[in-house]
């Protein structure tokens, strides 16, 4: 048991049990002390950026969620799944779906309409691919300063970085149109132009999208996105009303 400021949780490291895509990834899993509510506790998936990948699962809490729980309250009455992406490699959606599934098919305390995720960065590029191609399985996102195809920056492609694939789907895309998003860049990011997002958040709009939410942090770099997105309660308040199950 770990104390997040004045709130017991409960921290796991577990390993999917199966290699999908390549990965067979480690993660962290935080859950709340106490009975779950009657309808089950939201799970909120955190996927962390390049600089958190390897073998270490600590760095999983260096930034977002997994460090916030005793900051919010939100964050401290769901169960936080934050898996550990391999060095040298890059997000793989079928690994990520069957990360989800495994977890909430072994445990009878979620809420199956209160599923959300977030990400940084690379978990930002994460998220982007995911709704491409199961848009589905969350009922809101929150990616922070990521984008669509990774290989469209110099940095990521070979020499300068190996085992980063583009897995994102522009058409599949589309079809999470209707999917809650709000997502967030700093107009300053060197290190991930925010026309990635604007991209992103335009084709949504084509294809008639009115649940995505675009904020930008005038003269904010790249950290400064995800800190700012973070600290704010709206955030997390707006993500957690979200349900795939309107409420009466």
Same mark, same amino acid.
């Given at each position: 048991m770990a104390a997040h400021g004045d709130v017991p949780v409960t921290e796991t490291i577990c390993q999917m049990t199966e290699t999908v895509s390549g990965h067979q990834l480690q993660y962290l899993v935080q859950t709340p002390a106490g009975e779950p509510p009657?309808? =089950?506790?939201?799970l909120l998936l955190f996927l962390h950026g390049y600089g958190e990948c390897g073998d270490n699962i600590e760095k999983v809490k260096v930034h977002g969620p997994p %460090?916030?729980?005793?900051?919010f309250e939100q964050l401290s009455r769901c169960v936080i799944v934050s898996p550990q992406c391999p060095i040298d490699s890059w997000w793989r959606v079928d690994a990520l779906k069957a990360l989800v599934d495994e977890v909430t098919t072994s445990r009878d305390d979620l809420n199956p309409d209160r599923r959300y995720i977030t990400g940084l960065s690379m978990g930002g590029y994460g998220i982007w691919s995911y709704l491409s191609h199961y848009p589905n399985d969350?009922? $809101? $996102?929150v990616p922070i300063c990521g984008g669509g195809d990774p290989l469209r920056l110099p940095k990521n492609r070979p020499p300068e970085k190996v085992g980063i694939e583009n897995q994102? /789907?522009?058409? =599949? !895309? %589309?079809? #999470?149109?209707d999917v809650p998003i709000w997502t967030f860049h700093g107009s300053e /990011?060197?290190?991930v132009p925010i026309v990635e997002t604007e991209q992103l958040v335009e084709? !949504?709009?084509? #294809?008639g999208s009115k649940s995505v939410m675009f904020t930008t942090y005038e003269g904010? $770099?790249?950290?400064? #996105?995800?800190?700012? $997105?973070?600290s704010n309660p709206d955030v997390w308040k707006w993500l957690f009303s979200q349900s795939r199950t309107p409420a009466e």
């Open positions: 009657g309808e =089950g506790w939201p %460090k916030l729980t005793g900051q969350f009922a $809101a $996102a994102f /789907d522009p058409e =599949g !895309l %589309k079809q #999470a149109k /990011d060197e290190s084709l !949504l709009h084509q #294809a904010v $770099a790249h950290v400064g #996105a995800w800190e700012k $997105a973070y």
